[in-house]
Each structure stands twice: as structure tokens, then as C-alpha cells.
């Protein structure tokens, strides 16, 4: 699975690692109910002891007659919670919080059954108010109190009985807070890494010489270079996704300038119970922007336990959909792709991923074939689809219109009516900064996909939502594997124009931005990222040759000039595009301009009539049909 540079609530990682653990290992779950049966038990003796003084205490009292269905009771509330799952070693004040909400649910319990029970004549007596209060009390600082201990000894008394490998290379860890505690106490405590970590660096000036555990914040990462020689230091680690773009690509230009090596401590998900896999930077973590945060909560109540279908799964961008939405467990997932080997795979790699209530369902359909699209809605009757089917590279699509026009508009027409036809509640269309002022057929073509789902959705039940983005790092065809190869044959690098500059992001960001906006979006909105400031293409070349581990002059840069529909430079909205304000801070949406559905089903069968005839025949009249496209470079005519 893709790795995901972002930064996360670390419980809701553990959570999710441990998810798999605890499914793979049975014994656990026998073994921490024994526990808390044992725990449980004490805790209700001592109950019973505080109150009546151990002189004054009989065994054969109330005790006796009332253990099995205070324990029976207690037991129930954590399986309800899931608090067996939970592990000592990541206590913090949500792990108490959950503790005290399980004691308050089980004292409420046992007070209602005992009222109940000798109420009826079940029981011949009534527990006293004061025991379950003290049980409950003391439920609260077992638990509490043996978490903290675990943590205690996982963190302060296992790293101090632990010698460090003599091999082991002294390194600074970006993070001075409790993320970088953590990680820190992991590689420390963990044989064969290669690291130790030594001292700890912060974005906070504050911080700087204080001490988070036992070992020091040295610097600022603005100027740790003094501290860090002085330490005999050469290699900073950094968690992958948790800086800032722009604050990552400082540290790694102060790094690569003083003879410094920057590496990658992967998300916390991956650090327990294995070897830590550090890693160079690499492209992905030079973005220039804030990692975006996802509202896991309104995913979860989109997609779990419902019926998700992903066209184009089998593509870069809805393979990684399907991936993501393997996280918030669906009833079933249809994987709907004309490619039958990477669905094929795509199946294969999911199986690994499934939960037992989760069904996958391979389909083998094209979007084009309006009859074989219904048949399968018909059968499938999905309830969330995501549409990814779409040719993406703007010179193929230069020379050959008729499949543009077939795939992308038509395409997404015949999705389009079939979710709207079997009451799909939510339909989200992938589609790109190109599709805005397009200079490109593809452009073009995405621009009229984008309005005939905004007019099809003005009279549909269906709500119809468009997620907008710029250029995906690393997917099929993308500049970036393109210039990785051309450097590994030793050059050159071949770029159309110095001065162009794209949007990126990589390709889990764009897969849980279409998360979110399903999620967030009512129907009628375009979304958008805030990508941050536009990559020059030039600056990304320098930074790929770097990251070879090569100089910048060692692989040629050659201009070879704009090919057929490109442009310098890519826009987001229309500028008739009414923006409108959502709760996600790194995401923009816009209202559509409207337009008539009749209209543009006009549009599309007069279009979908040309594609036996001239291409340049169906460029002009894209010319007709979106007045904003202005090719930048015809093609010749055919």
C-alpha cells in the first residue's frame, strides 16, 4: 500500500495497526479478557474491604451473591467500547477519558440491574450506592494506573536498561513534542536501526535547551548546524509528513548545503512491533504546502457499510481510492475497469487489505458501453461512486480526439444517468485543473464532463460533486517517473518550457481529497486543494537529479518547447466561479456555473455523431462548445 506522508492522531494510528494486530493474534484478546476479569475481581474485593473494614467483612455476603453479574456487566462495556483493544504502552488523556466513560457506563449498569433485579424479587438484596461508587472509583485508577506504569517502564526504565549497538550512528530528531517522543523511545529501544537519537531539534525557540525525557532540544532546525557539529552529528531524521512542505524543502536544501544527511522516519503506524524502515528523502516530501488532515469521522459515516463502486480502479488515481476506502470499511467495493490485469492485481492487493464484513467485486466494463453500464447498476445498485475512468495525457488525446470525446464526455454521461437512473446518493467526478481555461482536448473534454454532471445533478436526487486538483506525483505517465528514468540513462532531462510551472500532489492526497469532498460536499460544488505555491517544472528536474544523489550539473536540462495543448501555466477556477467557504482549511470549493441540461446533451450527441469523421472537425466544434479553449498548438491536420 502507498505510504501516506501525513500527519495523524497517533491514537487513531495505533488504533489501526493494532486493528490488524489484534485479528492475527486471537491469544491476545483471550489473554487481555483474563486480565480484566482478574482486575475486575480485585477491584471489587477492595470495594468491599474499604467499605466494611476487614474485620466486619464476610465473604458469604453481598459479594459472593453479586460478583458474576457485576463482572458479567463490566465485561460487556468493554467489548461494546473496544477498550480490550487498547494498548498500555500509547496511554494518554483520551485513553483515560475512554476509561472513565467505561466505569460510568458500568456503574450505571450495575446500579439499574441491582434496582431492577431486587425489584422483582430476582435478588434478595440491593447493593449499597457507596459500593459501586467505590468500584467504580477504583475501576478508574486500576486501569488509569496501569497504563501509566506500562508507558513508564516502555519509556523510561526499558530505554535506560537498553546499551546502544556500538555501530549505532548518533542522529537529531526533528519534533520536539510528543510525536517525536515517541519516536525517539522506538528507535531507541529497537535493535538493528543504525540510529540513535541524541537530542531532539523544534520549530519553537522556546523549547531550545530543555529536555524531553532524557535527552536534550540542541537548536531551532534554522540553525542547528553549530549544535549538531558539535555533537558529532551528521544525519537528521524527520516523520514523514511532519513538517510543512516549504519548512521540509529549508531543512533539506540547510542539510544538502552543510554536508548533512536528511532521512525519513516513516509514520507512526509502522514504528511498533517492527524494524524501522528510514528511508532518503524523496520527491513526495518537497511539496511545497501543509499535509492536509483528513475528517476521518465523516468519511467513515460515508463509506462504512455501504455500497462503494471506483471506475477507472485500475488507474493510478482509483486504485488509490480503492485503497483508502479499504480503511473505512464498506459493505462491498466494486472495482469497475476495462484493464482486466491491473484489476486483476488491484483485487489481489485489496484481499490483503479486506475485513471480514467487506466484499470486493471485480468488474470488467467500459464506461463507453452504455447498455453494459446499466447491467451492472442494475445488479450492483451502488451506493457511493467514485468516477476515475478518463484518458489523462494530453498528447495522445491531441491525436486522437473521437476517444477523448467517447471516454471523458460520454464516459461520464453514462455513469452519470445510470447513478442518477438507480438513486446513487452521491456521485463524485474526478476531473483536473486542465478542464479550467483548457488550451488541451482532454481540458476541454473535462470541462464538458464537468458540466453535465453539474446539469444532470440540478434535476437529479443524486448529489453530483466535482474534485478538481493539479498534476499527480508518481502516476502512470507522470513528469516525475519520466525524469527518474531519463536521469538513471544518464540524461538528459527533457523539459517543453523553463518558465512552466504545475500544481502537484501526491497520489494518496489526491485520493483523500476525493474522500473528503464526498464526504463534505452537498451536491453542485467543485472542490479544490490548496496546493500552495505552483512547482516550477526547471526547480523539480534540479531536485530529482539532487535526490539521485548527484550534482545539479551532472544530467542535462534540455528545452524542447510546449508540445500540442500544453500551457505555461495552470489555473483552478473560472473566474465566474463563485467560491464558497467549507470546514476543511486546505479545501476550496466553488459553485458551478449553471447550465442547461438539454443543452449540453445536444452538445454531446452532436460531438459523439463526429467521431467517424475529420478530428479537426471536433476540435472546431470544442471551439463552438467552450468558448474558453484556445489550443496553444494546433495539431497538423489529419
Same mark, same amino acid.
Given at each position: 500500500?502507498?505510504?501516506?506522508?501525513?500527519?495523524?492522531?497517533?491514537?487513531?494510528?495505533?488504533?489501526?495497526?493494532?486493528?490488524?494486530?489484534?485479528?492475527?493474534?486471537?491469544?491476545?484478546?483471550?489473554?487481555?479478557?483474563?486480565?480484566?476479569?482478574?482486575?475486575?475481581?480485585?477491584?471489587?474485593?477492595?470495594?468491599?474491604?474499604?467499605?466494611?473494614?476487614?474485620?466486619?467483612?464476610?465473604?458469604?455476603?453481598?459479594?459472593?451473591?453479586?460478583?458474576?453479574?457485576?463482572?458479567?456487566?463490566?465485561?460487556?462495556?468493554?467489548?461494546?467500547?473496544?477498550?480490550?483493544?487498547?494498548?498500555?504502552?500509547?496511554?494518554?488523556?483520551?485513553?483515560?477519558?475512554?476509561?472513565?466513560?467505561?466505569?460510568?457506563?458500568?456503574?450505571?449498569?450495575?446500579?439499574?440491574?441491582?434496582?431492577?433485579?431486587?425489584?422483582?424479587?430476582?435478588?434478595?438484596?440491593?447493593?449499597?450506592?457507596?459500593?459501586?461508587?467505590?468500584?467504580?472509583?477504583?475501576?478508574?485508577?486500576?486501569?488509569?494506573?496501569?497504563?501509566?506504569?506500562?508507558?513508564?517502564?516502555?519509556?523510561?526504565?526499558?530505554?535506560?536498561?537498553?546499551?546502544?549497538?556500538?555501530?549505532?550512528?548518533?542522529?537529531?530528531?526533528?519534533?520536539?513534542?510528543?510525536?517525536?517522543?515517541?519516536?525517539?523511545?522506538?528507535?531507541?529501544?529497537?535493535?538493528?536501526?543504525?540510529?540513535?537519537?541524541?537530542?531532539?531539534?523544534?520549530?519553537?525557540?522556546?523549547?531550545?535547551?530543555?529536555?524531553?525525557?532524557?535527552?536534550?532540544?540542541?537548536?531551532?532546525?534554522?540553525?542547528?548546524?553549530?549544535?549538531?557539529?558539535? /555533537?558529532?552529528?551528521?544525519?537528521?531524521?524527520?516523520?514523514?509528513?511532519?513538517?510543512?512542505?516549504?519548512?521540509?524543502?529549508?531543512?533539506?536544501?540547510?542539510?544538502?548545503?552543510?554536508?548533512?544527511?536528511?532521512?525519513?522516519?516513516?509514520?507512526?503506524?509502522?514504528?511498533?512491533?517492527?524494524?524501522?524502515?528510514?528511508?532518503?528523502?524523496?520527491?513526495?516530501?518537497?511539496?511545497?504546502?501543509?499535509?492536509?488532515?483528513?475528517?476521518?469521522?465523516?468519511?467513515?459515516?460515508? %463509506?462504512? #457499510?455501504? !455500497?462503494?463502486?471506483?471506475? #477507472?480502479?485500475?488507474?493510478?488515481?482509483?486504485?488509490?481510492?480503492?485503497?483508502?476506502?479499504?480503511?473505512?470499511?464498506?459493505?462491498?467495493?466494486?472495482?469497475?475497469?476495462?484493464?482486466?490485469?491491473?484489476?486483476?492485481?488491484?483485487?489481489?492487493?485489496?484481499?490483503?487489505?479486506?475485513?471480514?464484513?467487506?466484499?470486493?467485486?471485480?468488474?470488467?466494463?467500459?464506461?463507453?458501453?452504455?447498455?453494459?453500464?446499466?447491467?451492472?447498476?442494475?445488479?450492483?445498485? @451502488?451506493?457511493?461512486?467514485?468516477?476515475?475512468?478518463?484518458?489523462?495525457?494530453? @498528447?495522445?488525446?491531441?491525436?486522437?480526439?473521437?476517444?477523448?470525446?467517447?471516454?471523458?464526455?460520454? #464516459?461520464?454521461?453514462?455513469?452519470?444517468?445510470?447513478?442518477?437512473?438507480?438513486?446513487?446518493?452521491?456521485? *463524485?467526478?474526478?476531473?483536473?485543473?486542465?478542464?479550467?481555461?483548457?488550451?488541451?482536448?482532454?481540458?476541454?473534454?473535462?470541462?464538458?464532463?464537468?458540466?453535465? *454532471?453539474?446539469?444532470?445533478?440540478?434535476?437529479?436526487?443524486?448529489?453530483?460533486?466535482?474534485? !478538481?486538483?493539479?498534476?499527480?506525483?508518481?502516476?502512470?505517465?507522470?513528469?516525475?517517473?519520466?525524469?527518474?528514468?531519463?536521469?538513471?540513462?544518464?540524461?538528459?532531462?527533457?523539459?517543453?518550457?523553463?518558465?512552466?510551472?504545475?500544481?502537484?500532489?501526491?497520489?494518496?492526497?489526491?485520493?483523500?481529497?476525493?474522500?473528503?469532498?464526498?464526504? /463534505?460536499?452537498?451536491?453542485?460544488?467543485?472542490?479544490?486543494?490548496?496546493?500552495?505555491?505552483?512547482?516550477?517544472?526547471?526547480?523539480?528536474?534540479?531536485?530529482?537529479?539532487?535526490?539521485?544523489?548527484?550534482?545539479?550539473?551532472?544530467?542535462? %536540462?534540455?528545452?524542447?518547447?510546449?508540445?500540442?495543448?500544453?500551457?505555461?501555466?495552470?489555473?483552478?477556477?473560472?473566474?465566474?466561479?463563485?467560491?464558497? @467557504?467549507?470546514?476543511?482549511?486546505?479545501?476550496?470549493?466553488?459553485?458551478?456555473?449553471?447550465?442547461?441540461?438539454?443543452?449540453?446533451?445536444?452538445?454531446?450527441?452532436?460531438?459523439?455523431?463526429?467521431?467517424?469523421?475529420?478530428?479537426?472537425?471536433?476540435?472546431?466544434?470544442?471551439?463552438?462548445?467552450?468558448?474558453?479553449?484556445?489550443?496553444?498548438?494546433?495539431?497538423?491536420?489529419?
Amino acid at each position: 500500500m502507498a505510504e501516506i506522508n501525513q500527519q495523524y492522531d497517533n491514537s487513531k494510528l495505533v488504533e489501526v495497526h493494532e486493528e490488524s494486530r489484534w485479528k492475527s493474534r486471537p491469544v491476545l484478546y483471550v489473554r487481555s479478557v483474563l486480565v480484566n476479569l482478574a482486575m475486575y475481581a480485585v477491584v471489587y474485593f477492595l470495594a468491599y474491604l474499604i467499605k466494611y473494614d476487614y474485620n466486619n467483612f464476610n465473604i458469604n455476603h453481598w459479594f459472593a451473591k453479586s460478583i458474576a453479574w457485576v463482572l458479567a456487566i463490566k465485561m460487556i462495556v468493554l467489548y461494546v467500547s473496544r477498550a480490550y483493544r487498547n494498548i498500555g504502552y500509547y496511554a494518554t488523556m483520551r485513553e483515560l477519558r475512554s476509561i472513565i466513560s467505561d466505569a460510568c457506563f458500568s456503574f450505571v449498569g450495575i446500579v439499574v440491574f441491582s434496582a431492577v433485579g431486587h425489584s422483582f424479587g430476582i435478588f434478595d438484596y440491593r447493593l449499597p450506592l457507596s459500593i459501586v461508587v467505590l468500584d467504580m472509583l477504583l475501576s478508574v485508577v486500576a486501569r488509569g494506573g496501569g497504563r501509566m506504569a506500562q508507558r513508564f517502564y516502555k519509556e523510561t526504565l526499558k530505554p535506560s536498561l537498553v546499551k546502544p549497538d556500538e555501530e549505532d550512528e548518533p542522529a537529531l530528531l526533528v519534533g520536539a513534542n510528543n510525536l517525536g517522543a515517541h519516536v525517539a523511545n522506538v528507535i531507541n529501544t529497537q535493535r538493528n536501526v543504525g540510529f540513535r537519537v541524541v537530542g531532539f531539534l523544534t520549530v519553537h525557540n522556546y523549547k531550545v535547551r530543555m529536555r524531553l525525557g532524557s535527552l536534550p532540544v540542541v537548536s531551532k532546525i534554522d540553525n542547528f548546524t553549530a549544535a549538531a557539529n558539535k /555533537m558529532n552529528v551528521k544525519t537528521i531524521l524527520v516523520v514523514a509528513g511532519s513538517l510543512p512542505g516549504k519548512t521540509f524543502r529549508e531543512l533539506y536544501d540547510t542539510c544538502d548545503k552543510n554536508g548533512f544527511r536528511l532521512q525519513v522516519v516513516p509514520p507512526i503506524e509502522f514504528l511498533p512491533d517492527r524494524k524501522i524502515p528510514i528511508r532518503d528523502v524523496d520527491v513526495n516530501d518537497l511539496l511545497k504546502r501543509d499535509p492536509i488532515e483528513l475528517d476521518a469521522d465523516k468519511i467513515h459515516e460515508l %463509506i462504512t #457499510g455501504r !455500497r462503494v463502486m471506483v471506475t #477507472g480502479a485500475g488507474g493510478s488515481i482509483g486504485s488509490e481510492i480503492c485503497r483508502q476506502i479499504m480503511r473505512f470499511d464498506p459493505k462491498e467495493l466494486f472495482l469497475l475497469g476495462r484493464g482486466e490485469n491491473r484489476i486483476f492485481f488491484l483485487e489481489r492487493e485489496l484481499k490483503a487489505l479486506k475485513k471480514e464484513g467487506t466484499k470486493l467485486t471485480p468488474i470488467i466494463a467500459d464506461v463507453s458501453n452504455a447498455e453494459r453500464i446499466d447491467g451492472v447498476f442494475n445488479v450492483a445498485r @451502488p451506493e457511493i461512486v467514485f468516477h476515475a475512468a478518463a484518458h489523462k495525457h494530453v @498528447p495522445l488525446m491531441e491525436a486522437n480526439i473521437p476517444e477523448a470525446v467517447r471516454n471523458n464526455i460520454y #464516459g461520464t454521461k453514462v455513469v452519470a444517468d445510470a447513478s442518477d437512473r438507480y438513486g446513487v446518493e452521491k456521485f *463524485v467526478m474526478i476531473s483536473t485543473d486542465k478542464a479550467v481555461n483548457p488550451s488541451s482536448v482532454m481540458g476541454c473534454s473535462k470541462q464538458m464532463a464537468e458540466r453535465y *454532471v453539474n446539469a444532470v445533478g440540478a434535476r437529479s436526487k443524486t448529489r453530483f460533486i466535482v474534485t !478538481r486538483f493539479g498534476n499527480v506525483l508518481g502516476s502512470n505517465g507522470s513528469v516525475v517517473p519520466i525524469f527518474t528514468k531519463q536521469i538513471q540513462h544518464g540524461g538528459p532531462i527533457t523539459i517543453t518550457d523553463k518558465r512552466m510551472t504545475r500544481y502537484f500532489m501526491t497520489i494518496p492526497e489526491a485520493s483523500q481529497l476525493v474522500l473528503e469532498a464526498a464526504a /463534505m460536499g452537498k451536491g453542485g460544488e467543485i472542490f479544490v486543494l490548496d496546493m500552495g505555491d505552483p512547482v516550477h517544472i526547471l526547480d523539480l528536474a534540479k531536485d530529482l537529479i539532487r535526490l539521485s544523489g548527484l550534482p545539479e550539473h551532472a544530467i542535462e %536540462i534540455r528545452e524542447i518547447g510546449l508540445r500540442p495543448g500544453e500551457k505555461l501555466y495552470e489555473e483552478l477556477y473560472f473566474e465566474t466561479e463563485r467560491r464558497i @467557504p467549507t470546514t476543511q482549511e486546505k479545501l476550496f470549493a466553488a459553485e458551478h456555473r449553471q447550465f442547461d441540461i438539454d443543452v449540453v446533451q445536444s452538445q454531446i450527441d452532436e460531438l459523439l455523431g463526429m467521431t467517424a469523421g475529420p478530428q479537426d472537425a471536433i476540435r472546431d466544434k470544442l471551439r463552438v462548445f467552450v468558448p474558453e479553449y484556445k489550443p496553444t498548438i494546433l495539431s497538423p491536420k489529419q
